[in-house]
């Protein structure tokens, strides 16, 4: 049977080589003759993303998959349009007749709007579309979980906006628990986890608590770039993987481990060597060449550290405005030929005032980044290092009395006994968590914070009916402390916890607790959905594994002390990681760092001679951190 003569058109339309309205005009018929028939749907859609007309093409694609419901490429491509598009569809449905060429497509929105209930949504349009299309994209990952293809297809097409990272983190981990060792799924949520690291280190004039600043000014949570490093590094232990070596590379050089750097770079340039290049592609051997001579460059100014990184730095940007340059050069050359622009006054300045803009700003550029490096290179002066000590000393005293504390006692609370009654915080996400499922279990004051802050403590446990997942909303009268916090623990020990505190501390969870930081702007909805897709994941990793049940307050107090007990064993066994002492974000980091971890071996020595409870106390407020969990990894 022959092609019907409109697929030929169509695809000559969208090479330019047939009438483009002609052509959308004879698939409008073609649709009206035989409505229920995909094929036409799917070829106008073709022509009109083709043309750059999104909005008719998702108006095409709701039809299309209400003839054919089961389409997984229409429905992914509808949810990616929707959301692309999303404030150009919002005018769209909200447009006037007079705004169209003609009745009908006013017509066809307004059964869009109907269709949507869009009047119900208008007042938040743009993010309902957005969100709905997110819902579209988490509906496709559940109903093909059982095709690693299609789900990696959809992740990779996920769209990667700083506000969706935290969501696409749970559908990848979503995904892995139906394929624990997929390789794909695996590196997928590397490549996340290294941007989700990227974000929270705001922009105020200091670094937030565990974040690392480099240089240029870039600000990272170094315990999140420890564990992606630990996460790449086992990836490529078993097998090559050029965005991965390209993300590790980086991610040393972000956190001044140039030696690694430099073997990482000179590692990725042998495999890029060793592998074969598409014979019908005459230029593939000479971009894998290029390739290979920048990445010896780049090892080879790693080995120099720094002022060898910033230099190559420097030089690469350098290289880009030049090649701009010459690019706005060419550009104005041609407006000029084209439409005599260059016989008017002034405009022969242009490329010329632009491209001094250009040095200019790259020059003052160049100045701060080399006194920046200057300054890093040079090591404390006598002053300097007197008042390292001091912070030292003082940084170590903080940290091991967050670590080695009393035992955490909890206790049930009469809120009719409560100052003032339960705070006002608490029924703030009742509905919520009622709606998540959750179930309130107990009304509770934790003794020794209520002891560390001289206040009233007051919290809240909810709990899965299943036992799985247990809940707390912690706070204390007269502060403005809030923490949410999501427990479980497997038959094997491990405490998996996802808590709020993304900047809020630089100390590490320690040996047998996997806890995941989110920010605090993140929905308890969100924080659930990824804790249990999280549990899910160790769950599938192991199959001996099983869920210890969380029943009360009683088990969660010794989910409390086991935090604490594997944070201390964690500093008995190792002191405090360099991923610690660089999100304490302190000038002269190496000397800084040579301080601090032997101020904590000799604080130690202290700490076990007074049967593991660190003294003198801390003030009150460094015991909180301790108390809201503060300095997990992840």
């Not at 073609?30 to 094929?39: F, N, T």
């Not at 427990?487 to 501390?505: C, N, P």
């Not at 930081?517 to 549990?535: D, F, G, I, Q």
């Amino acid at each position: 049977m022959s092609q019907h003569p409109l697929y030929e058109q169509t695809e000559l339309a969208l090479r330019d080589e047939a009438d483009v309205q002609g052509t959308l005009a004879a698939l409008t018929a073609q649709i009206r003759q035989a409505p229920d028939d995909p094929q036409w749907y799917r070829l106008r859609i073709k022509l009109l993303q083709g043309i750059g007309k999104a909005p008719a093409a998702w108006r095409d694609l709701y039809q299309l998959l209400a003839l054919t419901p089961t389409d997984r490429t229409a429905a992914l491509e509808l949810a990616l349009n929707q959301y692309q598009w999303a404030f150009r569809l919002v005018t769209a449905l909200d447009a006037s007749p007079e705004t169209f060429n003609n009745p009908d497509a006013h017509a066809r929105w307004q059964q869009m709007a109907t269709l949507l209930d869009w009047p119900q949504h208008r007042a938040d349009g743009e993010n309902w579309l957005k969100q709905d299309a997110l819902a579209r994209l988490e509906a496709l990952l559940a109903a093909h979980s059982n095709d690693p293809a299609f789900v990696q297809d959809v992740l990779a097409q996920w769209p990667l906006t700083a506000r969706d990272g935290w969501q696409r983190y749970t559908q990848i981990l979503n995904a892995r628990s139906h394929h624990p060792r997929d390789f794909a799924l695996r590196k997928a949520e590397a490549l996340q986890r290294y941007e989700l690291a990227g974000e929270g280190g705001g922009d105020g004039d200091t670094a937030p608590a565990g974040y690392l600043e480099t240089y240029s000014g870039a600000r990272w949570s170094a315990l999140k770039l420890a564990e992606v490093r630990e996460l790449i590094e086992a990836l490529l232990d078993e097998q090559g993987d050029d965005e991965l070596f390209d993300t590790l590379g980086d991610l040393l050089e972000t956190t001044s481990d140039y030696p690694a750097a430099a073997a990482l770079r000179s590692r990725h340039a042998d495999w890029l060597g060793s592998q074969p290049t598409d014979p019908a592609d005459a230029d593939a051997a000479e971009v894998q060449q290029e390739r290979i001579i920048r990445l010896r460059t780049q090892a080879a100014a790693c080995q120099r550290g720094l002022e060898g990184v910033a230099n190559l730095h420097l030089a690469q940007m350098q290289a880009s405005i030049e090649a701009m340059q010459a690019s706005m050069a060419r550009f104005t050359a041609d407006l000029s030929s084209w439409s005599k622009v260059g016989d008017a006054p002034g405009a022969e300045t242009l490329d010329g005032a632009l491209t001094h803009d250009l040095d200019q700003s790259m020059a003052d550029l160049a100045v701060t980044l080399r006194k920046e490096v200057a300054q890093r290179l040079q090591g404390p002066n006598a002053e300097e290092l007197a008042t390292l000590r001091k912070t030292a000393r003082r940084l170590a005293g903080n940290t091991l009395s967050v670590i080695f504390t009393p035992e955490v006692v909890l206790r049930p609370l009469d809120p009719a006994s409560a100052p003032d009654g339960p705070l006002p915080w608490f029924a703030e996400h009742a509905a919520e968590l009622l709606a998540l499922g959750l179930q309130r279990n107990v009304f509770f004051e934790n003794l020794w914070t209520n002891k560390a802050l001289g206040k009233q403590s007051q919290s809240e446990l909810w709990l899965e009916p299943t036992q799985r997942c247990a809940l707390t909303l912690d706070t204390a009268v007269g502060t403005q402390n809030r923490l949410r916090r999501i427990f479980s623990q497997l038959s094997d020990g491990t405490l998996l916890l996802t808590a709020d505190t993304a900047g809020r501390g630089f100390w590490r969870a320690g040996h047998g607790t996997a806890l995941i930081t989110t920010p605090r702007e993140m929905s308890t909805t969100s924080m659930l959905a990824l804790h249990r897709a999280h549990l899910a994941v160790q769950l599938a990793q192991d199959p001996q594994l099983q869920v210890t049940p969380i029943d009360g307050l009683a088990r969660l107090a010794e989910l409390e002390n086991q935090m604490q007990r594997n944070k201390q064993r964690a500093y008995e066994q190792d002191g405090i990681t360099e991923d610690e002492v660089l999100g304490m974000h302190v000038r002269h980091h190496a000397a800084f760092s040579r301080l601090i971890k032997a101020e904590i071996q000799q604080q130690l020595l202290k700490v076990r001679a007074n049967g593991g409870i660190y003294a003198p106390a801390s003030p009150w407020w460094q015991q909180l951190l301790g108390w809201l969990g503060l300095g997990g990894r992840r």
